[in-house]
C-alpha cells in the first residue's frame, strides 16, 4: 500500500497501520531534522497520493530521532530568499504543503518527542491535534523573530487561533519555548503523555476523532472558546474589537522597550497576527506571507542568521579527534563522573560566578579564597543566585540544595588535592597569579592538572612563565557576569598544549558558553578592541564632549550600555587598570587622556562605591556626576552624535581588523562572535566584521583614512582593508 510513497530526501518514511498513514522523520546526515528543500518537495509529492487513497483513516506524522520532532527550517533555504517576491513564494509554498495536513479529511496528528520549533511546529499546527511527550527534551516555540523573521508557515495565524491572541503573542514576540505542561495548559496540545507511549496514543486519538474533526475557526471570534480552558476575562478582551486594540497596543510597547524598534521582526509579527485574526484564515496567510518577505531580505535578518551560522559552526570543538579523546580521559571523565572537582581560585565578583555556573551545570568545584570574608561573600553569591531561581520556580528546591552544596568553600589549597582543572580568578595582579600557581603546583597530585588564568588584560605567556608545565597554563576569559554573559575567550600560548585546549573547550562546552579560542597578545581580543573603543570615548572627553552625549550617541548606535556607563560598571579602578596595560604595548597608537589617572585616583571606582562618571543615588545609577569636568580644562560643548558614533565605532572595526592581521582571532566570524557575545555589539549589525562589509571595506578605509587625518595614528586603517 505504501509502495508508490518515496523519499528522494531520505528523511521520511512512510507506512500504513489500520489504514492510518503515519508519517516518520528522521534525517540521519544531521543530529535534527530540519526542513530541507528536498523535503518539503517529499511532503508534496507524497501527501497528495496519501490522501487519494479512499481506505485511509488517519494520517500521524512522528519522528523517531532522539529528542527532536523538528527544529525548524533548514536555515540555508534563507539564501534562496533572494528578492521580496520569492521570499512570499516561499511562505506561500509552506502554506500549500502544509493546508495538506490541515484539509485532510481525515484527523491528522502529530506525535511530538523533542524540539519542536519553528517550521516544526507549523507543521504540527497545521494537523488537527497534537500529543506530545512530557520528557525535558520536548519544547515548542516559534523562534523565527530571533532570526529576524516571522513565522511564515501559517505559525502567525494557526497558533493565535489555536490558543488565543495574548498566549500566541508571547511566544511569537520572543522565540520563547514551552515545555509539554505548559504546551498543555494553554491549549497547544491536547494530550501530554508518557514517551513509550506517544505512538499508541497518537493511534487511538486518530482513531477517536475520526469523523468528528476539530478545525481550527476562520475568524477569530470562536477562538476562546475552543479548547475550553481560557481565563473568562481573557474570553472577553480578545473577544472584542476594543480589547484586541489594547493587547495590540501593550504588545507593541513591550517590543519597543525590549528592542528600542531596532528589529523590524517582532513588530511585523506583531502585524501579521493582528491582521490576520481579523480576516478568514486564507486571507491571514496571504498577510503573513506578504509581511514574512519583507523581513526575509532585511539586513537584520541576514545579520541574525549570519550569527546563528557562525554560533552553530564555533560549537565544534576545533582540535583533532585524538587529542579531544585524550583530554576527555584526562580531565572531563573525572569531572563528570563526579570524582574530581574543578578549582576555583578567587571568591570574588568573577571567582563566585564561574563556580556558580560551574555547579549548575553538575560539576563539583573548590573554591578557595584567601580572605574568610570574601569566601563567604562568595557563597552568599552563589547561594542567592540559585535561591533566586528557586523562588522564580525555575528549580526545585531540592536542585537548590544540590547546586549549591556541589560549591565547597575553602581556604586551603589542599583542598584542590584531586583537581584536573582549576580556573584562576585572584587579583589581576601577575605577582598574585605566580604565587597562586605555585600553590597548585604543590598541592595537586596530578602534575598534568590545567592551569585556566581568568585574568582579563594579562599576556597569558607571562602567567605561564613561572609554570614548571607552560604547556597546560591557558587562558579562560569570562564575561562579568558570569552567569549572564555568553562568552569565554580561550586563549593560548605558542606553548599550550592541544589537550589542554581542548579540554578547557569542552569545560566551556559544557558550561553553556559561546567559545572563541584566540591567540596570545595584550588584551587577545575582546578586552584589545574594548579598551580603544573606551579610550576614544575618553579622549572625546578630554576633549569637551559631554558623558551623556557620549553614552547617548552609542546607545543610539546599538550598544546596551555607553562606553562611560560600561567604565563605571566594569569599575574605573580596574578599566584604567587595563588601559595602561593596553597603552604599554600599544603606545605608537592608542591615545588615552592622562587625566583618568588622576580620576582613578580620587578613589572614584564607580558603581562599586557609588562614586564614578556619574551619581548613584539608591545604589541607582543619576546623573552624570559633573565634578568629573573639572579635571579637564575645557568648556564642555555640544558634540555631533554620529561623530561620537563615528570614532568609537571606527577605532573598534580597525582594531578588531588589526587582531586578523595580527591572527590574534583566526577569522572574521571569529570576530563577530567575540564582539557581540562579549562586548554586545549590536547583533542586528552582525558583528563588526559582518557590518564593514556592509558598509564596503573600501569606504571603511576612506572613513579612516579622513578620521587619521583629524585624530591620529590610531585610525591609520589596517592591511585588512585593503583586501
Ligand atoms: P575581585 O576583587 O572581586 O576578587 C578577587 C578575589 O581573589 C578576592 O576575593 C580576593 O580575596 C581573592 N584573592 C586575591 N589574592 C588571592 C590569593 N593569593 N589566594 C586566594 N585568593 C586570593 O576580582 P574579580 O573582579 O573577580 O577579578 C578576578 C580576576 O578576573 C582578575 O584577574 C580580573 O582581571 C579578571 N576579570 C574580571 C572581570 C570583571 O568584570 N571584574 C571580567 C573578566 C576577567
Known amino acids: 500500500m505504501s509502495a508508490n510513497l518515496v523519499s528522494k530526501s531520505k528523511v521520511f518514511q512512510f507506512k500504513y497501520e489500520n489504514n492510518i498513514c503515519i508519517i516518520d522523520m528522521n534525517d540521519e546526515s544531521k543530529g535534527v531534522n530540519s526542513f ?28 523517531s530521532k532522539h529528542n527532536c520532532f523538528a527544529a525548524g527550517a533548514d536555515i540555508s533555504i534563507f539564501k534562496t530568499f533572494t528578492d521580496k517576491a520569492a521570499g512570499e513564494r516561499g511562505s506561500k509554498e509552506l502554506h500549500r504543503i502544509t493546508n495538506y495536513f490541515a484539509n485532510a479529511k481525515v484527523p491528522t496528528v502529530a506525535a511530538i518527542h523533542g524540539t519542536c520549533l519553528g517550521g516544526g511546529l507549523e507543521l504540527a499546527l497545521a494537523c488537527h491535534y497534537r500529543i506530545c511527550t512530557a520528557h525535558a527534551s520536548t519544547q515548542l516555540g516559534l523562534p523565527e523573530v530571533q532570526l529576524g ?78 479548547q475550553g480552558s481560557f481565563d473568562m476575562q481573557k474570553i472577553a478582551l480578545e473577544g472584542n474589537p476594543f480589547g484586541r486594540a489594547v493587547i495590540s497596543k501593550q504588545s507593541r510597547a513591550m517590543v519597543m522597550k525590549s528592542t528600542k524598534g531596532r528589529y523590524p521582526a517582532p513588530l511585523k509579527a506583531l502585524e501579521a497576527v493582528m491582521r490576520g485574526v481579523e480576516l478568514p484564515l486564507e486571507k491571514g496567510l496571504d498577510v503573513e506571507a506578504k509581511l514574512f518577505s519583507e523581513l526575509v531580505i532585511s539586513e537584520e535578518s541576514r545579520s541574525l542568521v549570519h550569527i546563528f551560522n557562525i554560533m552553530t559552526a564555533a560549537k565544534k570543538n576545533p582540535y583533532p579527534k585524538a587529542v579531544q579523546e585524550k583530554a576527555k580521559n584526562l ?182 558558553k559561546q567559545i572563541i579560542v584566540v591567540n596570545d597578545g ?101 546623573k552624570p556626576d559633573s565634578t568629573i569636568y573639572k579635571h579637564f580644562n575645557i568648556d564642555r560643548s555640544n558634540f555631533d552624535h554620529k561623530e561620537i558614533a563615528d570614532r568609537c565605532v571606527y577605532v573598534f572595526l580597525n582594531e578588531a581588523a588589526r587582531c586578523l592581521d595580527e591572527k590574534i582571532i583566526k577569522s572574521e566570524d571569529e570576530g563577530d562572535l567575540g564582539a557581540i557575545f562579549g562586548l554586545g555589539f549590536p547583533p542586528f549589525l552582525g558583528g563588526p566584521f559582518h557590518y564593514a562589509k556592509v558598509l564596503g571595506k573600501k569606504n571603511v578605509k576612506e572613513k579612516l583614512n579622513e578620521l587619521a587625518l583629524k585624530h591620529g595614528k590610531r585610525f591609520e586603517p589596517a592591511a585588512y582593508w585593503d583586501f
Open 36 to 63: 530541507t528543500l528536498e523535503m518539503l518537495a517529499d511532503i508534496d509529492e507524497n501527501m497528495p497520493k496519501i490522501l487519494a487513497n479512499d481506505k485511509l483513516e488517519g494520517i500521524i506524522i512522528k519522528s
Open 149 to 226: 523573521i516571522l513565522p511564515g508557515g501559517g505559525g502567525t495565524q494557526r497558533l493565535p487561533r489555536l490558543v488565543g491572541i495574548a498566549q500566541a503573542l508571547d511566544l511569537i514576540l520572543t522565540g520563547k519555548k514551552v515545555d509539554g505542561k505548559k504546551a498543555l495548559k494553554m491549549g497547544l496540545i491536547d494530550e501530554l503523555v508518557p514517551e513509550n507511549q506517544l505512538f499508541e496514543k497518537a493511534l487511538a486519538l486518530c482513531k477517536k476523532k475520526k469523523g468528528s474533526i476539530r478545525r481550527l475557526p476562520s475568524s477569530l471570534g470562536i477562538v476562546s472558546s475552543m
Open 331 to 512: 580531565y572531563m571523565d573525572p569531572l563528570n563522573q563526579g570524582d574530581a572537582t574543578v578549582g576555583v581560585l578567587g571568591a570574588g565578583l568573577m571567582g563566585s560566578g564561574i563556580s556558580t555556573v560551574l555547579a549548575e551545570k553538575n560539576i563539583r568545584t573548590a573554591m578557595i579564597d584567601k580572605d574568610a570574608n570574601g569566601l563567604q561573600r562568595g557563597l552568599k553569591s552563589v547561594s542567592s543566585y540559585f535561591e533566586e531561581r528557586f523562588k522564580r520556580r525555575r528549580i526545585k528546591w531540592f536542585e537548590r540544595d544540590s547546586q549549591i552544596y556541589r560549591v565547597s568553600p575553602s581556604m586551603s589549597f589542599s583542598t584542590l588535592k584531586t583537581s584536573p582543572i582549576v580556573i584562576e580568578a585572584v587579583f589581576e595582579d601577575v605577582k598574585i597569579k605566580h604565587d597562586v600557581l605555585k600553590k597548585c603546583e604543590n598541592a595537586i597530585q596530578n602534575e598534568n592538572f590545567i592551569f585556566a588564568t581568568n585574568t582579563s588584560s594579562l599576556p597569558i605567556h607571562q602567567i605561564a612563565a613561572a609554570a614548571k608545565k607552560p604547556q597546560n597554563v591557558v587562558g579562560m576569559h569570562f564575561f562579568s557576569p558570569v552567569p549572564k554573559m555568553p562568552l569565554v575567550e580561550i586563549i593560548t600560548t605558542d606553548k599550550t598544549s592541544q589537550e589542554a585546549a581542548s579540554a578547557i573547550f569542552d569545560l566551556a562546552s559544557k558550561m553553556g
Open 522 to 622: 595584550p588584551g587577545f581580543y575582546t578586552t584589545r578592541i574594548l579598551a580603544f573603543q573606551i579610550a576614544e570615548a575618553l579622549n572625546i572627553l578630554a576633549e569637551g564632549g559631554k558623558i551623556e552625549d557620549i553614552d547617548n550617541a552609542m546607545e543610539k548606535f546599538g550598544m546596551p550600555v555607553g562606553p562611560i556607563t560600561l567604565l563605571d560598571e566594569v569599575g574605573i579602578d580596574v578599566g584604567e587598570h587595563i588601559i595602561q596595560v593596553l597603552f604599554d604595548a600599544f603606545s605608537e597608537r592608542l591615545k588615552v587622556p592622562n587625566e583618568i589617572e588622576n580620576i582613578a585616583k580620587e578613589d572614584r571606582k564607580g558603581r562599586k562605591n557609588n562614586k564614578g562618571f556619574y551619581c548613584y543615588v539608591d545604589n541607582k545609577k543619576d
